[in-house]
């Protein structure tokens, strides 16, 4: 999560994993689950985090079945060993880019360390180059290690997806949706990754967070339009009516898309989620973080998908798995679905 560059960029849309998400129905704070097709992320930066292992068993026992990791942790990939029916993106770390971009070669050694070891017994389904690395200046190396990257899990016949994972930083105009465009240095950097994209039907992931949408702007966004709250039209583009921030958040960055000639291409929703603390209470508080959460998954799982994508399905990851304390002070550290202490929930999402 890109915040400093989310707050600078647009009024309705601000800036990781497919798995299926479970809701508590107990009263005592535990957890029973059913089955929701949504994802998680699991970050490890804090240093009260519970051990991977526990953490593999905490997903086993609510449900989930489909996680994003931010880099190869060593330690997460073994505790994921024979537990494939738990699909991992995994990402490339940021600061790896630029080495891996200059030789072919060590793009093929970092996955010789880093994935082949576990191809066997750990169900890796995607690996993301970079996290909102673009725009700026590590950016340009996408393209290239995804291209390596895609020409090596090709080669070896592995059913592996190589995308990027980007943020609504992209784009210059998002209001309304269909004015929708990319900045100069989006297209520049951008665009070709997109298009390689498109060539081989791999999803683009997209971070959106209306919180900080609502934060940056909360004299002309309204907190309803925000959470998923509000019952009816807040505005409608063309034939197309918009009732809160999410949808026309990604439907701008589909617009954008297309005006690059960029079509169809499927887009998932890397990270979304609220914090419950960390910020104004009027705007960060578990109620609100709990009902963003709760209707989020309620919209991915109706199916109607969005206005400009009507029912087509979204993939959604929410972000994320627990509080991680060693993220920068105030929200950043706040975005947790659970207690890393205690794995109990900060609020219950039903």
């Known amino acids: 999560m890109n915040c400093p560059q989310i707050l600078v960029f647009f009024l309705f849309t601000c800036s990781a ?15 029973i689950v ?32 489909k996680i994003r990791i931010f880099d190869p942790n060593t330690e997460v990939l073994n505790a994921l060993r024979g537990n494939t029916n738990i699909s991992v993106i995994v990402g490339v770390k940021d600061q790896d880019l630029a080495a891996l971009a200059a030789r072919e070669e ?20 995607t690996i993301t180059v970079g996290n909102e ?18 020409n090596l899990v090709k ?35 951008l665009v070709p990754v997109l298009k390689f994209l498109s060539q081989m039907n791999t999803p683009i992931f997209v971070t959106i967070y209306p919180y900080f949408a609502l934060v940056s702007n909360p004299d002309h966004v309204s907190l309803d339009y925000a959470i998923f709250e509000n019952k009816y039209p807040v505005f409608e583009d ?3 009516k918009y009732t809160h921030i999410f949808d026309a958040s990604f439907d701008a960055f589909v617009w ?15 990270e979304t989620g609220w914090p419950s603390a960390g910020g104004k209470v009027k705007f960060t508080n578990p109620h609100l973080a709990g009902t963003y959460n709760r209707n989020f998954v309620k919209h ?3 199916g109607k998908g969005t206005p400009k994508r009507p029912n087509s399905s979204i993939d959604g990851y929410l972000f994320a798995t627990f509080n991680e304390n060693q993220k920068p002070a105030g929200t950043e550290q706040n975005f947790g679905l659970y207690n890393p202490t205690n794995m109990k929930p900060i609020y219950k999402l039903f």
């Open 238 to 240: 063309g034939l197309m």
């Open 17 to 31: 994993i497919l798995f299926k998400l479970y809701y508590p129905q107990e009263q005592d704070g535990s957890i």
């Open 155 to 189: 080669s070896r016949n592995l059913p592996i997806l190589i995308s990027t994972v980007v943020d609504m930083s992209n784009l210059q105009q998002s209001y309304p949706p269909s004015a929708g465009m990319f900045t100069p240095q989006a297209r520049e950097q």
């Open 256 to 270: 954008a898309m297309e005006k690059e000639g960029v079509m169809d291409l499927p887009m998932v929703v890397a």
């Open 133 to 150: 690395v673009i725009p700026g200046p590590i950016g340009p190396h996408v393209l290239p290690v995804v291209q390596s990257l895609t």
């Open 300 to 302: 991915v799982e109706s």
């Open 106 to 125: 060590a793009v093929k050694k970092w996955f010789a360390i880093n994935i082949e070891p576990y191809l066997a017994d750990v169900n890796i389904t």
């Open 34 to 65: 059913v089955e929701k097709n949504v994802g998680l992320n699991y970050g490890l930066l804090g240093d009260n985090l519970p051990s991977p292992s526990k953490v593999i068993s905490f997903y086993k026992s609510i449900g989930i079945t």
